[in-house]
């Protein structure tokens, strides 16, 4: 079936280092890609998303990029703050087939130390 | 805030039992997916309504089962409760069912099976 393959973690950097979280996924079909974000005791958030292939998403300094040919959609930011500390998914979504919801990640925990 | 609803926040049950989780989507929304978050099996599809009808399946058990009412709020059914079936379940809405809208999450029920 489909799935998708990031590093779990946790993943512990310093304030203003640079961040990189890798995603996979498999690739059946032309999926649209997300990154959701779950912060302590929250509902997850949509942090960015692309829908075709060579697609940008970004949001609040994360970017990532579609990318058809390796398959993959990491994560990145150029400075991270102790804010950005959450767990954060990669979350390709399928159609067809009856299965339409988003295929998630195991998840990465990220931890920012001050 | 997502503007996505859901109740209760936190359900303690016993083993054998059935409870019921109710999700409020965002105004306008026609679609409702439900998803399962535990520790052993991490974020997983459920299912997912459409204007009332059921659009899509994932990895739902026998034992569960929802539906979707003419207001287009969603209720998700477990019953025969087990030990495993503790988990945080998710409720997210989008406009209609394309791949590429962006899916709003609730704040998530916290079920405990005991």
């Known amino acids: 079936g489909n799935s998708v393959t990031q590093m779990e973690g946790p993943v512990t950097l310093s304030e203003e280092a640079f961040l990189t979280i890798n995603c996979t996924y498999t690739?059946?079909?032309?999926?649209?890609l997300f990154w959701y974000v779950q912060y302590p005791g929250e509902g997850l958030q949509l942090l960015l998303k692309a829908t075709k292939a060579d697609d940008k998403g970004s949001n609040k300094g994360f970017e990532a990029t579609y990318r058809k040919e390796t398959t993959s959609f990491h994560l990145e930011k150029g400075s991270v703050q102790v804010s950005d500390s959450a767990v954060y998914f990669c979350?390709?979504?399928?159609?067809?087939?009856?299965?339409?919801?988003?295929?998630f990640g195991k998840g990465t925990h990220l931890i920012i130390q001050p | 805030d997502s503007g996505v609803t859901q109740t209760p926040k936190h359900l303690i049950t016993a083993t054998g039992q059935r409870v019921t989780l109710r999700c409020s989507p965002r105004s306008g929304d026609l679609s409702v997916y439900w998803y399962q978050q535990s520790l052993d099996q991490g974020l997983q599809f459920l299912i997912q309504y459409y204007n009332g009808e059921e659009r899509a399946k994932g990895n739902i058990l026998e034992r569960f089962s929802a539906q979707q009412f003419p207001d287009l709020h969603s209720e998700l059914n477990l019953s025969s409760l087990e030990l495993g079936d503790s988990a945080l379940y998710f409720c997210?809405?989008?406009?209609?069912?394309?791949?590429?809208?962006?899916?709003?999450f609730g704040p998530g029920t916290r079920l405990l099976v005991l």
């Open positions: 690739a059946t079909g032309y999926p649209s």
């Open positions: 979350a390709p979504r399928y159609s067809g087939g009856g299965a339409d919801g988003l295929t």
């Open positions: 997210a809405s989008s406009l209609w069912t394309a791949p590429q809208e962006t899916q709003y």
